[in-house]
């Protein structure tokens, strides 16, 4: 009897043993992400001896074998070739019970339920495991986009339409190469206040029942060489996101290009060369003064710079370099009251525009260039700082344009009027100290700041105590003052705290204003008969020579560019200097020929005049 007990016993405890396992899955169905990788649960509570154990892993719904584990070992051989290399077993887990799966890689045709079945000898068991869903995020769009200037492109970018737009927390277009962020569409809007500044009023998505469709495509108008390169538009919804690129290439020339680089060789071509050589033979004929030498020298003045003048407006609207075209417009427009003022035909003017273009034409030049230069830096004060910075600035600017308004109004009211060139040059240095100090304080915030305005200011009471001093000795003390002037003005402007291209030109700029300071100085001495020659060399250079050089260095960086898609130079970094060269050539012909005359006179009476040049009225 005690031994049927004990064999009855022992019966159930086998079947305990090995009848009671139940095989757990997940607690409902899975999502999962397009190309991520996904884990589907199979366990067991109670380890199992892997003696006979088999694990089969199968799709419900076409029956496909995805794994299998047999005689103590993977069997990937058995595998569909759908899921080869892809479905792994846990080996190391499985002798704790764990049949889990890791499926990599997953694709839309992944979705569907899956059945891991695990049988032992005695007793077998499964469970079913659903991928309820596969979400993918798809963006799409051309790759690749030809365009020419000025036109207006579309910049495809698609969204899976099985996304819908409340789904899609942000989507950006960003210029890639550059970095430079061209439109964002955040939470149902679109940010346009986050534009950069190139792209401000040129770029758009499509309406509203568009982006609701899928469709945040970028629509960019009048396309400039600069916008050449790659573009990548990048979709994110919640854990997801995804990306295209596209690139513009093969930009050409406008129509408007085409233009600006036809009158770069017309202002060459026939105002500077034609017009030239008519001028000089005009020269050479006795000097004639005549009126058809005085039009045919006129226009030799104001055909190649007025063209040049407006061909780098044109260039600026064309590829919105607005403070750069600017300046160089400037350059142009202003160098036409110098060219005269240099003109060896000054004489045979009518009495007052001879007297304002005498008065004026440095001051004139002097005050366009600063305003031109200046322009972007003083917007960006406007904007940076409070009221008071902001009232300041306003009061800066007029009084630097008041001195030349008021010189203008006495030009032109009183035609007899001689103005005293000392009194431009102090003008002249007068706006350079509010200049300097301005930015100074606006832009760097320094102790130089404040003491730059304070040395200018002692050397001006150095000018009046050496006015005792006459002739070579005043000139060598003012000269060695403007040096030092000058070098404290480059080197504020290479601490201030802006972009590097921009300081680099506002220094050529100041070079260039400096030089025109310092012709004020020697302008009475520029009619005489002994520096005609050298008036000729220095005109001819003026209105040929830097002409050529304008119209060389846009014509080139306008097929470089549309040839490259990018920028080669700041053309204020070219322009500038040469301007500089320019002026600089007519000052060293007026010092040398004050030179000569403070050397050669012995008649002290003319030595007085020579000095009052550099004498305030009344000193």
């Not at 431009?424 to 320094?446: K, N």
């Amino acid at each position: 009897m005690g031994t049927v007990l004990k064999m009855y016993f022992y019966l159930l405890l086998i079947v305990f043993i090995c009848d009671g396992f139940n095989v757990h899955g997940p607690p409902g169905p899975l999502i999962v992400q397009l190309g991520d990788s996904v884990m589907l649960p199979c366990f067991v509570e109670t380890p199992l001896p892997l003696e006979d154990l088999e694990v089969e892993w199968k799709r419900i719904d076409s029956e496909t074998l995805v794994h299998l584990w047999q005689d103590g070992e993977s069997r990937p051989e058995s595998q569909n070739q759908h899921y080869q290399e892809r479905a792994h077993f846990f080996t190391e887990e499985i002798a704790h019970g764990n049949f889990s799966l890791l499926l990599t890689d997953v694709t839309s045709k992944d979705a569907g339920v899956y059945k891991c079945a695990v049988y032992t000898k005695l007793d077998s068991g499964e469970t079913l495991i659903k991928i309820k869903e596969i979400e993918r995020l798809i963006v799409s769009g051309a790759h690749i986009i030809p365009a020419y200037a000025g036109e207006d492109i579309t910049l495809n970018c698609s969204v899976d339409s099985h996304i819908t737009p409340e789904k899609i927390e942000e989507v950006s277009w960003k210029k890639t190469d550059e970095d430079i962020l061209v439109l964002l569409y955040q939470e149902g809007e679109i940010l346009t206040d986050s534009t950069g500044e190139r792209y401000v009023d040129r770029v758009e998505f499509f309406s509203a029942e568009e982006r609701n469709k899928g469709n945040f495509s970028l629509r960019l108008k009048n396309v400039r060489t600069e916008d050449k390169g790659l573009y990548m538009c990048l979709v994110v919804s919640g854990a997801l996101s995804a990306n295209t690129t596209v690139e513009i290439q093969q930009l050409g020339l406008s129509f408007l290009h085409i233009a600006i680089l036809i009158l770069c060789i017309l202002g060459v071509v026939i105002g500077s060369l034609i017009l030239g050589s008519l001028s000089y033979t005009s020269y050479k004929k006795e000097e004639d003064s005549s009126r058809r030498a005085l039009a045919i020298q006129c226009a030799h003045v104001l055909c190649p710079n007025i063209t040049m003048s407006i061909v780098f407006i044109l260039w600026g609207f064309t590829d919105g370099y607005f403070t750069e075209a600017a300046t160089c417009s400037a350059l142009n427009f202003a160098r036409i009251l110098f060219l005269l003022w240099i003109a060896l035909d000054l004489k045979t003017f009518p009495d007052f525009p001879k007297r304002l273009i005498t008065n004026l034409a440095i001051l004139l030049q002097y005050t366009v260039i600063t305003v031109a230069a200046y322009s972007s830096i003083f917007v960006d004060i406007y904007y940076r700082f409070s009221t008071e910075v902001k009232v300041a600035l306003i009061i800066v600017l007029l009084l630097l344009l008041i001195p030349l308004l008021g010189l203008i109004a006495v030009v032109c009211c009183k035609r007899t009027t001689e103005i005293d060139t000392f009194r431009i040059y102090m003008i002249t240095e007068l706006s350079d100290i509010l200049r300097i100090s301005f930015f100074t304080l606006g832009l760097q915030r320094s102790v130089i700041g404040a003491l730059f305005p304070l040395f200018i200011v002692v050397l001006f009471y150095f000018h009046a105590f050496f006015t005792f001093l006459r002739d070579l000795f005043l000139i060598l003390l003012l000269l060695l003052l403007e040096f030092g002037r000058a070098s404290g003005s480059i080197y504020i402007h290479y601490n201030l705290d802006i972009d590097v291209k921009e300081r680099d030109a506002l220094v050529c700029g100041t070079v260039f204003l400096q030089v025109l300071s310092l012709v004020t100085l020697f302008t009475r001495l520029k009619d005489s008969k002994a520096t005609q020659r050298g008036h000729l060399v220095v005109f001819m250079f003026g209105t040929v020579g830097v002409v050529f050089v304008n119209a060389v260095v846009l014509s080139v960086e306008l097929i470089l560019t549309a040839r490259n898609g990018e920028r080669t130079v700041d053309l204020r970094l070219i322009l500038l200097p040469t301007e500089s060269v320019f002026a600089a050539c007519y000052l060293a012909l007026l010092i040398s020929t004050f030179c000569k005359f403070t050397s050669c006179s012995s008649d002290e009476h003319e030595l007085e005049n020579l000095a009052s040049v550099l004498q305030p009225s009344g000193s």
